[in-house]
């Protein structure tokens, strides 16, 4: 389970610290797959962010009693100047994974040739991704984090990760945030909105958009 209790997230600005998560709190139970609707700037990257612990949160505490992958497609812990090779053993060193293994699947399911064997400053951002999601989906997590809607090179490209993500793992929990109804409903138990640093939950889907599409129209 992963318990989010009383999480407050502050950064420094010119004009002094900025609130963006304001007391948030929710659990995740083992297989459940949560979807969070918010606009730009609400806090849903932010929040990712802290889940897989890249940032910590100001206060408040955040329990993870099952192990958790960083945001699909996040390249931002590789080093530029190693090849996706190097980068690839040193993250199975991390996770205590079968490099060989791993590389299989990474060969197999980013398809980028030789290039994984050139330096990550060599990569567009798009291979970069591939790599990243790839890894992400060859570890075995309990939980996955997914920043928006998986849309990782060609539609070809994109319709085999989520045939991977959303059917082959279909055991596993996620958390995704998006501003996308059609993918918080197909692949999602519940729902939540982040407005202005706040959380609300609803008791389904459809409240939660309605809240959501209301609150767009405000602004």
Excluded at 50 to 78: D, H, V
Excluded at 166 to 185: G, Q, T
Aim: charged share 25%; proline share 1%.
């Amino acid at each position: 389970m992963i318990i989010i209790k009383d999480v407050c997230k502050k950064y420094s600005t010119r004009k002094g610290y900025k609130t963006v998560l304001n007391n948030i709190n929710f659990s995740l139970k083992k297989g459940e797959k949560i979807g969070i609707l918010g606009r730009n700037g609400a806090g849903k990257s932010t929040l990712i962010r802290l889940i897989s612990e890249i940032e910590k949160p100001t206060s408040g505490t955040i329990t993870r009693n099952m192990s958790i992958s960083w945001p699909l497609a996040f390249s931002g812990a590789f080093q530029g100047s190693l090849t996706g090779m190097d980068n690839l053993k040193f993250i199975c060193r991390i996770y205590e994974c079968n490099i060989e293994k791993t590389k299989k699947y990474v060969e197999d399911f980013a398809e980028l040739g030789d290039y994984l064997f050139e330096p990550l400053k060599k990569y567009s951002s798009g291979m970069k991704a591939r790599l990243a999601f790839a890894l992400s989906l060859a570890i075995e997590f309990d939980c996955y984090l997914i920043d928006e809607v998986i849309a990782v090179g060609d539609s070809r490209f994109t319709e085999k990760c989520k045939k991977e993500l959303f059917e082959n793992k279909k055991d596993r929990a996620l958390i995704l945030v998006s501003h996308n109804m059609n993918a918080i409903k197909n692949y999602c138990d519940r729902a939540m909105v982040l407005d202005s640093g706040n959380l609300y939950q609803f008791e389904t889907i459809e409240e939660a958009y309605k809240y959501h599409n209301n609150q767009q129209k405000i602004s």
